[in-house]
């Protein structure tokens, strides 16, 4: 275990200290030795791999010949479990996966010489078998099988190869043996088909037999043996695919052909013929060639059967008995020897560059060779020149091509017939110049040496030249290379090697034919080893080292048993490895090493020592193994899959530890036993609580609380023994011990509460707790207890205390005790302490109480603050936190109290924390008004009181961003209650005061406050935090040079504190849950890359975060000196300069930031205009907003959703989210405000636009869904201030910002739909981010609309918001979603429900604004629902009006008239311009639905309007819907008897009479009752009802105003509008006229003024003349004529034209109007107008009015 422990902490050390590519440069060669040993621990690396794979890193840059050992020990590592695998899955029943077999036995021979398993040999082979015995398998799958069975059979370890050829021998045995005669079936022989391939054949000929005399030469001349024996045993088929694989290697096998053994006699019958009729077992030529290659054998006897062989050939050669010699006995006996030849022929050949040789000097020489008129002298001649030229090959191809291979053959035929001797002068020369080409080129080598007649040809030259020493070895070499062709082809046995065609191969043999033939060339050899040899892993003298051959074993054993566990589970392993070798067995040492390695049989072995151990020191042992186990999984950073904790998860080791936790320990060796029994435990509890886990804690808790014990407990506080003196000191140091383990765990079972979530284990948890703290505070009795001055114990106890207290409402579950009584037995004894050592020895200055007690103590009265807060019934129990003055002599004459002046040295004690704390302390307090009164009073004593010291440390820019940030929280506590404007006598809170010493004069209240910001220069300090503001996880400031400078400032102090203050950064939280005010103060962290200065938006120098605080002394001294005037005096901060522009300055982080903006809102609120006045000099609101960093924001939530290296990672970037979010909520509260004082605050370009982009990045980061309910409840929070800050924004400023948020919209508007969805869904889990949401929408649809009214030529530049909701199609999705949404939410959700108000109020907007909203309400079937509620409604109302009198009731009715406005509105906006929304609502009888409404239109004129407004939608350009005003309904329902009718029922008769009732008023009703009749008087059945009601007669009785220069009425405009529609029909046109006096009504108001409709009257009249039954009236009504000339001489082009198009109109198909229209001044007119156009664009019914008038003159 230490070996394992030691190992880790080494390797994390190297890890956490040195980058590996130092590691050469620094690390010793000890520590190389010890990385290499660990590099091959098989159970470390298997167990740790992470740690496993550093130590190989390290290894490889430091030895590089180490690092090669452990890696090729890796491979052999690999290969052995992929040997392993094979041998299981081979013999796994059902089907295989053959090629994946293949692969991994191709794996498994790498290892094969370290474990010499044979059997997986003998299965490879067999799986060869069967592969090539199968007709089924691929080419593929035979390749790669043939390259595994080729290895084994030239593995380079004898003993394989041994056994490969031994086990290939038994099968071709099995297959061909003689006992096989009786079985049935042909395929018994198939089982030899795997070696019947030429690349098999080949090794076994050339390697297996010619090694030494062994058992690879005896089985590989078996098994060809048996194979060319073998044919009465073979099948056709298979005989034939063996003669075929035959063929390439007979070159091979006749090296061993011999007549005294079997083998060779077998071979020589290869060439025999044996029947008359020429037949053998190779076809004719082959067996030609294999009986002129035995002429080269150098033994006499297989030369003299070639002979034999040859005979054959040359008795029944074509044209035998006309070729020379002439065969008789002598030419026969001088064969055998014809071809050894003394001295052999060099064959190597120039082959340079350049040649030196001219193509015509060959091509010449050839003409002369072949030449048949030039004498043979000159001929033989050109051949010795050519044959010289042809040892460059690069001259070849010349002669190649002009045929000179034929026409030597022609020469050779003609030397071997009878009347040849002529040529025999030539011979020489053309055999040389042959024999240059045909080993330059193996394609001529393969042709020449497949044709039988060229082969004995050359045997009869070499006859007749036997005597010619020269030709006989030219003949011989040129047979030598036609013969052995087969074998020169090294690129056919080994697939590295490929051919080239543009540069061909030399001629080279195997090394095997050199050594058995007598050859007459001399030629290059290959494969004196086997192509198919591999290279063994590891060299012999590596394999003795011991950390190697024991990572071999472990490996094997490992592999071979699948894994550790079914190892270790072996019971007589012994027995088990028997079939092993002796090296790869393991030693119970092995075993043991592996066992303990191994975490879970190691958690196993130990937990069985715990329950079988007979004394304390067996139990003790075992558990501190347990421990290391549980050190080892931190160290390698084990925190889920094979950790400790999961591990134990599956044993029943709490069942084991029971009895330790229920007896209270009797003896010292119980004491100890039980200390290391709880600091396991406490372990075990800190692992757990990372993975929020609460199995081990509720097992504990029910050991606690079993039998109702509290024996633990119980344990904290013991009785004083009476015999005290005797116990002894390690006694004493041992129960120390015990009460430090108890405290301990207990402290961690409250950090893990958090994890229980089921009802029993709250309540054991919060039972427990209480408990917990009653123990403690017995252990608090400091006043007469003797062990008051152990400090340590003290401390413990205190912390205790600390993590009791960290959890609201501690104090409430005591069954004997009342919450608050504890909280004063808390109070009492936590003051005691502070007032003992703290307050009446001035501070830790002059005390020696440790810094742990004080911290601990200021910390339980924090979260002491809160509880009495929430527990206390009344106010006045701040008044239990006032201390005493002691009674000694000096103070009997003080009455007064000390009160709360203890708190205020705490606020500048040497810790920070301490101060942080303290100051928490002083929030909380403040937190109530007397709280406030108790501090300030308490402050009176100090220069600057309560107000000046809080600013003062709010602004000492030394001071780190907890402390200031708690200071911030003071201050905004007391700006809560209400100050005065002037000095008041009477008035109880006076806030600041401020004394000018010089004028002696007082200020107090609001005054005051500005006065001492303005001296302190607030709003700078402000400015320089957010500058310094640091937005990342963590910082480091190592720059010792900034420390060195420092202490000489610091003028030699020696003091330990301050000179540790050098490194001082902004401190972290105390790793103690803390209260609300205090749980975000801590700064952790982020990667560097998070704090750079690209993505910190206020990047600070790292030198400044390095800073020597003031002492306590001279804080104070500050105070008084800052505060309490308002001149300028000798304080240190005269000047903004020397207060802002120092150099020590702390990092400010955004909890503080996010107090500061809390502080402006609570200025704002009291001192508004001077604040708002302030913020913009200071340009304050412009760079808080500069910090809202949604990027980072981004970034830090995506790192939550991967996994981190350590927890403490993750923890880390959940705190910095939530920094980042509060912040961004902070901030955009204070801007709400801002706006509600004054919107120029926040509406600037420098502030808006950069502002929008990250709040609507924040509002779309999608990843923010799956976070924990902490985060989750920030991201709510933050969201809902972002949408609330965007409403405010559209509210106050409307269209000036809209361009800009759509502009930032755009960018974003899929996810920011999709997060309003989302916010949609938590309606009850957070209805105020519901709300916030939904009023977002509501508003910036309402701008949108608004937007849309300005903008009536549609000429404001996209995007708009209606572009975005119905035109860009990527959106549409989430429009429609969206849509659906909020439909789904406003139907599902009761009229009671406060609610649907807001989500009514959203789909109101939408559905105005949107097209594709509209179009998804119809599809969502919301007409036909809202037809329903409005039915439900008029049902409910009508019961109501039954019973009258009862309030509950008519707040009922006055909901359900509520309900009925929405209702109303959503039908409208949904019918708005949308012709398939109006037809889905005159479906579901929209019209008789609002008839049987109408009684209750007109009890409520609000409701009245809604409904005409719906109706003038419903019939705007929809005459389908106008005409269904006329239908005449039955009843409600059902509403199918609607039908056409007359009579005075129908709803227009209803509107008709409404509006008859409002002439004589002016109201929005009647302005929309007329705009409703104007759209139902385009109906051709709406007219007809309007003219027989006689409604049109009101219109005579209109009155006008006196003098044509007056405004018309908004009623006489409703008139014209209404009369306009009518005009434009026919019907409607003699409407008008048959009104007496209706058109000179016209004509007079035609002369009159009106903003909206001057030219109406005229544009009736137009319409009337069009009308040929009009036109007599018109004609004789000479003011009518009048005012329709004089048009045509007005100023306005409008009145012109519609004069001229009137007249024309009149003219038209009318004779009579042309001689009325003869008058002089009409035709004046005409022409003054035409004249006037006629340079201009000219009027069409001008001219043609002219036209006319002239044709009629």
């Known amino acids: 275990m230490a070996f394992v422990s030691i190992s880790l902490f080494t390797v994390r050390l190297l890890q956490t200290l040195l980058p590996v590519e130092k590691a050469s440069k620094v690390l010793p060669e000890s520590l190389v030795t010890a990385l290499f040993l660990l590099s091959l621990d098989m159970p470390f690396s298997l167990e740790y791999p992470s740690i496993h794979e550093s130590v190989a890193a390290y290894l490889e840059q430091m030895n590089s010949e180490s690092y090669s050992i452990y890696k090729?020990?890796?491979?052999?590592?690999?290969?052995?479990?992929?040997?392993?695998?094979?041998?299981?899955?081979?013999?796994?029943?059902?089907?295989?996966?053959?090629?994946?077999?293949?692969?991994?036995?191709?794996?498994?021979?790498?290892?094969?010489?370290?474990?010499?398993?044979?059997?997986?040999?003998?299965?490879?082979?067999?799986?060869?078998?069967?592969?090539?015995?199968?007709?089924?398998?691929?080419?593929?799958?035979?390749?790669?099988?043939?390259?595994?069975?080729?290895?084994?059979l030239s593995h380079p370890l004898l003993i394989i190869k041994n056994e490969a050829y031994h086990c290939c021998l038994e099968i071709v045995k099995e297959s061909l043996g003689i006992h096989n005669v009786t079985k049935p079936g042909p395929s018994i022989c198939h089982g030899v088909h795997f070696l019947l391939h030429p690349k098999v054949l080949y090794e076994i000929s050339t390697f297996g037999l010619q090694e030494s005399k062994n058992e690879v030469n005896s089985a590989a001349k078996a098994i060809l043996m048996y194979l060319l024996q073998g044919q009465l045993m073979m099948t056709a088929l298979t005989w034939n695919k063996f003669i075929e694989a035959l063929y390439p290697i007979i070159p091979i096998l006749q090296g061993y052909a011999d007549t005294e053994e079997t083998l060779g006699n077998c071979i020589l019958r290869l060439s025999e013929t044996a029947s008359d009729n020429g037949e053998g077992i190779l076809p004719r030529t082959t067996r030609l060639r294999a009986a002129l290659r035995l002429l080269f054998s150098k033994k006499q006897s297989v030369r003299s059967v070639a002979l034999k062989h040859l005979t054959f050939h040359l008795m029944n050669e074509e044209g035998a008995s006309l070729k020379r010699p002439v065969l008789h006995g002598s030419i026969f006996s001088s064969i055998p020897n014809l071809f050894i030849v003394e001295r052999p022929i060099e064959l190597k050949l120039n082959d340079t560059r350049e040649s030196v040789f001219k193509d015509e000097t060959v091509e010449k020489l050839y003409g002369i060779l072949t030449s048949d008129t030039i004498d043979l002298v000159l001929r033989k001649s050109a051949a010795e020149q050519l044959a010289i030229i042809m040892q460059d090959t690069k001259m070849h191809d010349v002669v190649k091509k002009l045929g000179v291979i034929d026409k030597l053959f022609v020469y050779f035929s003609e030397c071997v017939y009878r009347d040849g001797k002529i040529m025999e002068c030539i011979m020489l020369p053309c055999?040389?110049?042959?024999?240059?080409?045909?080993?330059?080129?193996?394609?001529?080598?393969?042709?020449?040496?497949?044709?039988?007649?060229?082969?004995?040809?050359?045997?009869?030259?070499?006859?007749?030249?036997?005597?010619?020493?020269?030709?006989?070895?030219?003949?011989?070499?040129?047979?030598?290379?036609?013969?052995?062709?087969?074998?020169?082809?090294?690129?056919?046995?080994?697939?590295?090697?490929?051919?080239?065609?543009?540069?061909?191969?030399?001629?080279?043999?195997?090394?095997?034919?050199?050594?058995?033939?007598?050859?007459?060339?001399?030629?290059?050899?290959?494969?004196?080893?086997?192509?198919?040899?591999?290279?063994?892993?590891?060299?012999?003298?590596?394999?003795?080292?011991?950390?190697?051959?024991?990572?071999?074993?472990?490996?094997?054993?490992?592999?071979?048993?699948?894994?550790?566990?079914?190892?270790?589970?072996?019971?007589?392993?012994?027995?088990?490895?028997?079939?092993?070798?002796?090296?790869?067995?393991?030693?119970?040492?092995?075993?043991?090493?592996?066992?303990?390695?191994?975490?879970?049989?190691?958690?196993?072995?130990?937990?069985?020592?715990?329950?079988?151990?007979?004394?304390?020191?067996?139990?003790?042992?075992?558990?501190?193994?347990?421990?290391?186990?549980?050190?080892?999984?931190?160290?390698?950073?084990?925190?889920?899959?094979?950790?400790?904790?999961?591990?134990?998860?599956?044993?029943?080791?709490?069942?084991?530890?029971?009895?330790?936790?229920?007896?209270?320990?009797?003896?010292?060796?119980?004491?100890?036993?039980?200390?290391?029994?709880?600091?396991?435990?406490?372990?075990?509890?800190?692992?757990?609580?990372?993975?929020?886990?609460?199995?081990?804690?509720?097992?504990?808790?029910?050991?606690?609380?079993?039998?109702?014990?509290?024996?633990?407990?119980?344990?904290?506080?013991?009785?004083?023994?009476?015999?005290?003196?005797?116990?002894?000191?390690?006694?004493?140091?041992?129960?120390?011990?015990?009460?430090?383990?108890?405290?301990?765990?207990?402290?961690?079972?409250?950090?893990?509460?958090?994890?229980?979530?089921?009802?029993?284990?709250?309540?054991?948890?919060?039972?427990?707790?209480?408990?917990?703290?009653?123990?403690?505070?017995?252990?608090?009795?400091?006043?007469?207890?003797?062990?008051?001055?152990?400090?340590?114990?003290?401390?413990?106890?205190?912390?205790?205390?600390?993590?009791?207290?960290?959890?609201?409402?501690?104090?409430s579950h005591s069954a004997t005790t009342e919450s608050f009584t504890i909280c004063m037995k808390y109070l009492t004894g936590l003051l005691e302490v502070i007032s003992s050592f703290y307050v009446e020895w001035g501070g830790n200055a002059m005390s020696f109480m440790g810094k742990g007690v004080t911290k601990s103590t200021v910390l339980c009265l924090l979260h002491l603050s809160h509880e009495m807060m929430a527990q206390a019934k009344t106010m006045d129990w701040v008044s239990l936190w006032l201390l005493p003055y002691n009674k000694s002599e000096e103070q009997e004459q003080v009455p007064s109290q000390l009160g709360l002046a203890w708190l205020i040295p705490l606020w500048v004690d040497r810790d920070p924390e301490v101060r942080f704390t303290s100051l928490g302390i002083g929030s909380a307090l403040t937190s109530l008004e007397l709280g406030c009164f108790a501090l300030s009073d308490s402050c009176q004593n100090i220069s600057g009181g309560l107000w000046g010291t809080v600013i003062n440390i709010l602004l000492d820019q030394s001071e780190c961003s907890m402390v200031r940030r708690e200071a911030a929280f003071i201050l905004q506590n007391l700006l809560v209650i209400p100050m005065p404007t002037e000095e008041v006598k009477d008035c109880a809170w006076q806030g600041p005061c401020v004394h000018d010493e010089e004028s002696g004069l007082s200020q107090i209240g609001k005054p005051a406050l500005q006065a001492l910001l303005y001296h302190c220069h607030f709003y700078e300090h402000l400015n320089q935090m957010v500058k310094h503001c640091y937005l990342g996880r963590y910082t480091f400031d190592l720059n010792c040079s900034m420390g060195e400078s420092l202490m000489v400032e610091k003028n030699g102090i020696n003091d330990f504190d301050d000179s540790v203050n050098l490194w001082r950064v902004p401190s972290s939280q105390s790793q103690s849950p803390h209260s609300q005010s205090t749980s975000d103060t801590m700064i952790i962290s982020a990667s560097p890359s998070m704090g750079s200065a690209d993505e910190m938006q206020a990047a600070v120098p790292l030198a400044s975060a390095c800073f020597v605080p003031e002492t306590s002394v001279d804080r104070l001294m500050a105070q008084g000196q800052s505060n309490t005037t308002t001149t300028a005096s000798s304080s240190p901060h005269n000047s903004p300069q020397s207060v802002i522009l120092t150099n020590k300055c702390a990092l400010v982080t955004p909890p503080l930031l996010s107090a500061v903006c809390s502080l402006l809102n609570n200025l704002l609120a009291v001192v508004p205009k001077d604040t708002g006045i302030a913020l913009q000099q200071a340009h304050l609101l412009t760079a808080l907003s500069s910090l809202v960093n949604a990027r980072l924001v981004e970034r830090c939530i995506l790192e939550l959703k991967t996994p981190l290296p350590h927890p403490s990672h993750l923890e880390h970037t959940k705190i910095q989210v939530l920094f980042l979010l509060q912040y961004s909520s902070s901030v955009s509260r204070l801007l709400q405000s801002c706006l509600l004082v004054d919107i120029h605050l926040v509406i600037q370009d420098e502030l808006m636009k950069p502002l929008l982009g990250n709040i609507l990045t924040i509002l779309s980061i999608r990843s923010m869904d799956g976070l924990d309910t902490e985060l989750t409840s920030a991201v709510h929070q933050t969201r809902t201030d972002l949408f609330s800050l965007l409403a405010t924004l559209l509210r106050k400023s409307g269209q000036i910002i809209l361009p800009s948020v759509t502009a930032a919209l755009e960018k974003h508007w899929t996810t920011i739909i999709d997060t309003i969805c989302d916010c949609v869904h938590l309606s009850i889990e957070c209805p105020s981010l519901y709300v916030a949401s939904l009023q977002f929408l509501s508003i910036l649809l309402a701008e949108e609309g608004k937007r849309q009214l300005q903008d009536t030529q549609n000429i404001c530049p996209n995007p708009t918001i209606t572009f975005l909701l119905d035109e860009a199609e990527e959106n549409l999705a989430s429009v429609v979603k969206l849509t659906e949404l909020i439909i789904q939410n406003y139907e599902g959700k009761s009229s009671n429900n406060a609610l649907k108000r807001v989500v009514s109020g959203a789909l109101l907007s939408l559905l105005a604004v949107s097209k594709s909203a509209q179009k998804c309400a119809l599809e969502a079937d919301l007409i036909d629902s809202c037809m329903e509620q409005m039915k439900h409604i008029h049902a409910q109302l009508n019961l109501e009006s039954l019973r009258p009198g009862k309030t509950v009731q008519k707040k009922k009715g006055d909901n359900l008239i509520r309900e009925l406005r929405v209702v109303l509105q959503l039908l409208r906006n949904c019918l708005f311009q949308n012709e398939k929304c109006k037809m889905a609502a005159l479906k579901a009888h929209l019209v008789p639905v609002l008839h049987s409404l109408w009684p209750w239109f007109l009890m409520d004129d609000s409701l009245m309007q809604i409904a005409l407004h719906l109706l003038c939608v419903y019939t705007a350009n929809y005459p389908t819907g106008c005409g269904s005003l006329c239908w005449v309904s039955s009843g409600l329902s059902p509403f199918q008897t609607a039908q056409r009718s007359t009579a005075s029922n129908s709803l227009i008769h209803s509107i008709i009479k409404l509006a008859s009732h409002t002439l004589t008023e002016s109201s929005a009703i009647q302005h929309m009752v007329f705009t409703l009749l104007s759209n139902l008087a385009i109906c051709h059945d709406c007219k007809g009802v309007i003219q027989k009601s006689n409604f049109l007669q009101n219109f005579l009785s209109l009155s006008l105003p006196k003098g044509g220069n007056k405004s018309l009425s908004i009623l006489a405009s409703l008139w014209l509008k209404l009369l306009l529609n009518i005009s434009f029909g026919e019907d409607g046109q003699q409407m008008i006229m048959k009104l007496n006096g209706g058109l000179d009504q016209l004509v007079e108001m035609s002369k009159y003024k009106h903003k909206s409709s001057h030219h109406i009257a005229l544009l009736i009249l137009h319409n009337i003349c069009f009308n040929s039954t009009n036109k007599p009236k018109i004609l004789a009504n000479d003011k009518a004529i009048a005012v329709l000339s004089a048009c045509l001489e007005s100023d306005n082009l409008t009145a012109q034209r519609i004069g001229a198009s009137a007249l024309w109109s009149l003219l038209h198909n009318y004779q009579k109007a042309k001689v009325t229209l003869k008058n002089p001044s009409i035709k004046r007119r005409v022409d003054e107008t035409y004249s006037l156009v006629k340079n201009s664009k000219l009027l069409v019914n001008v001219i043609s009015i002219s036209k006319k008038q002239q044709s009629s003159l």
């Open 72 to 152: 090729q020990a890796s491979e052999a590592v690999y290969s052995i479990d992929c040997t392993c695998n094979f041998m299981m899955d081979v013999h796994k029943e059902g089907e295989k996966k053959i090629f994946e077999l293949v692969e991994l036995a191709d794996k498994a021979l790498k290892s094969l010489p370290y474990h010499q398993h044979f059997p997986l040999l003998q299965e490879i082979i067999h799986i060869c078998l069967n592969i090539w015995k199968s007709a089924q398998a691929s080419s593929l799958l035979q390749e790669e099988s043939q390259k595994v069975l080729l290895r084994l």
């Open 431 to 811: 055999l040389t110049l042959l024999r240059k080409l045909v080993s330059a080129d193996p394609v001529i080598r393969l042709s020449l040496a497949q044709q039988p007649s060229i082969l004995l040809t050359l045997l009869r030259v070499s006859l007749i030249f036997q005597d010619d020493c020269a030709v006989l070895t030219e003949c011989a070499a040129l047979c030598c290379l036609l013969l052995f062709d087969e074998v020169a082809r090294k690129d056919v046995w080994a697939d590295a090697v490929s051919s080239n065609c543009s540069n061909l191969p030399a001629f080279s043999l195997p090394v095997a034919i050199v050594r058995r033939y007598h050859l007459p060339v001399k030629v290059t050899t290959h494969h004196a080893v086997s192509p198919n040899s591999v290279v063994l892993l590891l060299p012999s003298d590596c394999l003795t080292l011991k950390p190697v051959s024991d990572m071999l074993k472990m490996a094997w054993n490992l592999s071979w048993y699948h894994g550790i566990d079914n190892l270790l589970r072996l019971v007589n392993y012994e027995t088990e490895a028997q079939a092993f070798l002796d090296t790869l067995k393991l030693s119970s040492e092995d075993i043991l090493t592996l066992k303990i390695t191994h975490t879970t049989s190691g958690l196993q072995d130990c937990l069985n020592s715990v329950i079988q151990a007979v004394s304390h020191r067996e139990v003790r042992a075992a558990v501190t193994r347990m421990s290391f186990y549980i050190l080892n999984d931190r160290l390698a950073l084990k925190f889920s899959t094979g950790s400790c904790r999961t591990t134990l998860k599956g044993m029943a080791w709490q069942s084991a530890f029971n009895r330790f936790l229920q007896v209270l320990p009797a003896s010292t060796d119980d004491e100890k036993l039980l200390a290391d029994v709880l600091s396991f435990l406490n372990q075990l509890l800190r692992e757990q609580r990372k993975s929020s886990e609460a199995e081990n804690l509720i097992w504990i808790l029910e050991v606690l609380f079993k039998n109702n014990s509290g024996s633990l407990l119980d344990l904290l506080v013991r009785a004083e023994s009476k015999m005290q003196d005797e116990i002894d000191d390690i006694q004493t140091a041992v129960r120390q011990q015990l009460q430090k383990e108890l405290i301990s765990i207990f402290n961690m079972m409250l950090l893990c509460f958090t994890s229980v979530t089921d009802r029993k284990g709250l309540e054991q948890t919060d039972n427990f707790r209480t408990q917990l703290a009653l123990k403690l505070l017995e252990c608090l009795q400091v006043t007469d207890a003797p062990h008051f001055y152990g400090l340590p114990a003290l401390e413990r106890t205190l912390r205790g205390m600390v993590h009791v207290t960290a959890h609201p409402g501690w104090s």
